[in-house]
T-cell receptor, first 114, second 109 residues
């Protein structure tokens, strides 16, 4: 079964630094998502991406965040100036068909901001 | 908010028993999904039930949906140690799905 991959698995950074989290979604999927899960808490929607642009974003996804699909395969989440509260697991996901269908999740990147 | 809310928050049962988790939501939906998450890992999709379906089975899983009550249940029969995980319901909301807070299920040997 095709799978979503994410790199790195763990990223440690200093507060104020920029990080880029990378995802390789399933190749024929059209919608792409980033979610965040602070330790011990629920999974929170960050942003959805379709046809090379953001289709929806949450209030968490402020100006310090950006997404790109630079080369047709990778899907990246950039956090420009990390804060302590950005420490979380970040999951990439994509549905097989329509945006509300079954989502296939990557294994996540654990971001630790010191 | 369209968010699903699971109950109980935590559940411990003996291996071999059945585990039932419930989810309630607030607005109309196209579908409702259940996911499992092992500690520190990604989410694994278990089952999707559409708004025009009332019950769905997959192996030891049984999901029901009552749109009049805006609720769903996930039943795991004959539980195993490997079922220990957090279980989340998720409802569709436009171009995204919204997760509930989850039920932490612990299967006791």
């Amino acid at each position: 079964e095709p799978e979503v991959t994410q790199t790195p698995s763990h990223q440690v950074t200093q507060m104020g630094q920029e990080v880029i989290l990378r995802c390789v979604p399933i190749s024929n999927h059209l919608y792409f998502y980033w979610y965040r899960q602070i330790l011990g808490q629920k999974v929170e929607f960050l942003v959805s991406f379709y046809n090379n642009e953001i289709s929806e974003k949450s209030e968490i996804f402020d100006d310090q965040f950006s997404v790109e699909r630079p080369d047709g395969s990778n899907f990246t989440l950039k956090i420009r100036s990390t804060k302590l509260e950005d420490s979380a697991m970040y999951f990439c996901a994509s549905p097989q068909g329509e945006s509300s269908d079954t989502q296939y999740f990557g294994p996540g990147t654990r971001l630790t901001v010191l | 908010s369209q968010q699903g809310e699971e109950d109980p928050q935590a559940l411990s049962i003996q291996e071999g028993e059945n585990a039932t988790m419930n989810c309630s939501y607030k607005t109309s939906i196209n579908n409702l999904q259940w996911y499992r998450q092992n500690s520190g890992r990604g989410l694994v999709h278990l089952i999707l039930i559409r708004s025009n379906e009332r019950e769905k089975h997959s192996g030891r899983l049984r999901v029901t949906l009552d749109t009049s009550k805006k609720s769903s249940s996930l039943l795991i029969t004959a539980s195993r140690a490997a079922d220990t995980a957090s279980y989340f319901c998720a409802t569709d909301a436009g171009d995204k799905i919204i997760f509930g807070k989850g039920t932490r299920l612990h299967i006791l040997p």
